[in-house]
């Protein structure tokens, strides 16, 4: 008689006031849970320690309620395919695909830093600050498309600032270039930095974000020399001057 698979024990659900995963208990095998992240209605994103790797990591599995939706399981393959697309400073990395598992989830690198919404919330960004992430963004949806993939979620939420460079955490999310319009991108970048920087900016920075937001934007290596050359000239940067 072949012996049984051991099956990992599936949490219990979440109750009204308790947290799902209490802190130290076990996500799944080697994970153990240290806080909630938030997500949205299908998945939900708990930083945890990974035994094996020794060091934090976000894990994003589906909500009780979906854990057997064949619809959010897909997604998460989804997510990790276009992960496998992406290798840049700006993206986390995936550490880990199990989509397939009992409980599915996915174990993505952790960036310690504060997002855009908690930066924004102590007052408008100087305008050197915001040409530097303007020029980070801009080359990480210059990775993207050349790899095939747009509609980047460009969401203050979404963005952290690691060691002073944004880091773009659901990239994930991202869809196939052939099913979206790669200039949508670059609208939503130039929207995002006009949000971020003090009025009145300088002439420079002011040029390069009104052209993302108009109708025409130009290519993702125009943004990325349009925002290159808003940098002043002073600013502690190892972007090249000249692209």
Do not use: K, Y
């Not at 747009?150 to 600032?161: F, K, N, T």
């Amino acid at each position: 008689m072949q012996a049984a698979t051991a099956v990992p024990s599936r949490p219990p659900a979440l109750l009204p006031g308790r947290r799902r995963f209490p802190p130290g208990e076990r996500i799944c095998p080697g994970l153990l849970a240290r806080e909630p992240l938030g997500g949205d209605g299908h998945v939900e994103r708990w930083l945890a320690w990974s035994q094996e790797l020794w060091t934090q990591v976000v894990v994003e599995l589906p909500r009780d309620e979906h854990a057997d939706d064949l619809r959010t399981v897909r997604r998460l393959a989804r997510e990790a395919r276009t992960l496998r697309r992406l290798s840049h400073p700006a993206i986390p990395r995936l550490l880990d695909d199990q989509h397939d598992h009992p409980l599915p989830h996915l174990v993505l690198e952790h960036v310690e830093g504060r997002t855009l919404d908690r930066v924004r919330a102590d007052g408008p960004l100087p305008p050197a600050q915001v040409a530097g992430l303007g020029v980070g963004l801009a080359a990480c949806v210059r990775h993207a498309h050349a790899r095939g993939l747009a509609d980047l979620p460009l969401d203050p939420r979404g963005i952290a600032i690691r060691s002073g460079e944004p880091v773009l955490l659901f990239a994930g999310a991202a869809r196939d270039l052939r099913r979206s319009d790669p200039h949508l991108d670059l609208v939503a970048l130039g929207r995002l930095l006009h949000e971020l920087v003090a009025p009145p900016c300088p002439p420079e920075l002011d040029a390069a974000v009104t052209a993302l937001c108009g109708t025409r934007p130009g290519t993702d290596l125009d943004a990325v020399r349009l925002l290159v050359a808003a940098l002043p000239p002073d600013a502690a940067t190892t972007w090249p001057r000249a692209v």
